[in-house]
């Protein structure tokens, strides 16, 4: 096709994708296709990452023409040379969900494709819809024998995996009907990020780190995921999901697995995995009784984000005047394994809080005996060490040093690596995500017994929550803009703790 496309130089970077493929987009007419999915393969086209031999299948309810997904696709990437020639590999086709006439059609619209752009049958699926039509299109991948061809087939699902812990097992059990287990790919976006992935080489690619990363060390760990907006457009989804389903079954869990979890005897992602779970396996139980003292839960009122008045929760378009479902939540969790034993883990996330950021900060003990107590008034403080997932990527170590000057003063000063800073250019999620479901490679995603430990561990707290009204007394009201109810500030106070993101 006569462009020359960028050539990708250190060896570390990604493997590019070597086998021809197609990729079928179902809910193509979505947020998460144009706005992520196309331009991430976008992108790594334009690096040479993926072979010239592919092609992309939207499809959705919506009639669009390939003209016409071509042209809405283009307004949301730079439209340079190289998008003249990467459009030609996209084409859309109608469907409706429930109809497998439809799919059929469809397979044969694939079939034509493969053909003409000889992918040998190599077929990724990718559910970019709603949760609520997951299983549905599952079952009609199966039935219609889209998934059956020569090539090798994949399905990649998007989070949430299920509602609760029997929805969870039901679809791992249709997955599993049509796809073998490393033929799935459970997406939980934030373990594309680089950061994230960073969490483990840090920890195994450092010898200083591993032998104090223990309770013997260790005082305990946060980890906050913020976000300034609201529920926006998605009320519906919002209104039965609240906070644990939408960030801390997930995400969060995900990344205190990262933390927490043994170093594996090789980098291979099935032992990963393995230790992920043995994470999850080891949580201690909160039982309804438990629930006072080990979670606080918020729900945001009017306030002001960034000098702009904003409504509360349940003034929000599609948000029931009566709702309590939580908008934030701070859980206090225990790990009982020799290494984390005694070790609390301070989880919080909330909408509409102070500012957008996610940040997994260790603390560590403070010195056993202070030599200065004869000469100074103030507290050593404890050394931090910090994982800033977004905005600003960057890992933080603060430490203790002396103020310059004749008289004994500390202050705390903070060692920072940057991630923006360096040479490499970040690579959006998507774009890990997608190169690794081409390549077979489940380092990033999430297992189904992972799936299935996480949803257990939330089921009382879940349980709980799902009872709604009569929850009047447990959800308690925040300002829109602050960091969630004075009762979070108040819950970790009382273990002599503070939050660490202020
Ligand atoms: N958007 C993001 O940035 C983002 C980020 C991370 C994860 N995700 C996940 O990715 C998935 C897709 O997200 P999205 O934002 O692209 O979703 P979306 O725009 O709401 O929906 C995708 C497509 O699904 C179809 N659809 C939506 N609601 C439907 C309904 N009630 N019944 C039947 N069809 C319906 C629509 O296509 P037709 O009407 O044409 O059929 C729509 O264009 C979700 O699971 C989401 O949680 C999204």
Redesign the pocket.
């Known amino acids: 096709m006569g462009i020359k496309r960028k050539k990708q130089s250190p060896v570390c970077l990604l493997e590019p994708v070597s086998e021809p493929f197609a990729l079928v987009i179902f809910?193509?007419?979505?947020?998460?296709?144009k706005?992520?999915l196309i331009p991430a393969l976008f992108n790594i086209y334009k690096e040479s990452l993926v072979p010239e031999r592919f092609f992309i299948l939207g499809t959705?309810?919506?009639e669009y023409s390939s003209i016409e997904f071509r042209d809405i696709l283009s307004e949301h990437v730079t439209t340079d040379a190289l998008w003249q020639n990467f459009k030609r590999h996209l084409f859309f086709q109608p469907i409706d969900?429930n109809d497998r006439i439809t799919y059929i059609t469809l397979r044969k619209t694939l079939k034509r494709h493969e053909k003409t752009f000889q992918t040998k049958g190599n077929r990724l699926f990718y559910?970019?819809?709603?949760?609520?039509?997951t299983e549905d299109i599952v079952k009609m991948i199966g039935e219609s024998g889209l998934a059956e061809s020569e090539g090798w087939k994949r399905i990649v699902v998007?989070?949430?995996f299920g509602w609760d812990l029997p929805s969870a097992k039901r679809l791992n059990e249709l997955l599993q009907r049509y796809f073998k287990e490393e033929e799935i790919f459970r997406?939980d976006?934030y373990l594309g990020k680089e950061t994230v992935q960073d969490i483990l080489l840090f920890r195994f690619a450092n010898s200083i780190f591993e032998p104090i990363w223990n309770r013997n060390f260790i005082d305990h760990v946060q980890i906050t995921a913020s976000e300034s907006i609201g529920v926006e457009k998605r009320a519906g989804y919002y209104e039965k999901a609240g906070i644990i389903r939408d960030m801390f079954q997930n995400h969060i869990l995900q990344l205190m697995s990262l933390i927490a979890m043994e170093p594996p005897a090789l980098f291979e992602p099935a032992r990963i995995r393995e230790e992920k779970v043995k994470v999850f396996r080891s949580l201690r139980e909160i039982t309804r009784a438990d629930i006072p003292e080990y979670t606080v839960f918020g729900q945001y009122i009017e306030g002001v984000i960034d000098g702009q008045k904003v409504v509360g929760y349940r003034d929000e378009e599609g948000v029931r005047k009566d709702s309590h479902t939580p908008t934030f939540a701070a859980l206090k969790v225990f790990i009982d394994n020799w290494r984390w034993q005694g070790v609390p883990f301070y989880l919080r996330s909330g909408k509409r809080l102070k500012r957008r950021v996610t940040e997994v900060s260790i603390h560590f003990k403070t010195v056993p005996h202070s030599i200065f107590k004869n000469v100074l008034s103030e507290e050593i403080k404890p050394n931090v060490l910090v994982f800033r997932i977004q905005p600003d990527e960057a890992i933080e170590l603060t430490f203790q040093t002396k103020i310059p000057g004749t008289t004994l003063c500390f202050r705390e000063v903070t060692m920072n690596f940057s991630y923006r800073q360096q040479d490499h250019s970040m690579p959006e999620a998507y774009e890990r995500v997608l190169m690794d479901c081409l390549r077979g490679d489940h380092l990033i995603f999430v297992g189904q017994e992972g799936v299935e430990k996480a949803w257990e561990f939330f089921t009382p707290i879940l349980k709980f929550l799902d009872k709604g009204k009569k929850l009047i007394f447990h959800i308690n009201d925040y300002r829109a803009g602050t960091w969630g109810p004075p009762e979070a500030e108040e819950f970790i106070r009382r273990d002599g703790r503070q939050w660490w993101v202020r």
Do not use: F, M, N, W
């Open positions: 809910g193509a007419s979505g947020d998460l296709t706005r992520k959705a309810r919506t969900y559910l970019a819809v709603p949760p609520q039509l998007e989070k949430p997406i976006h």
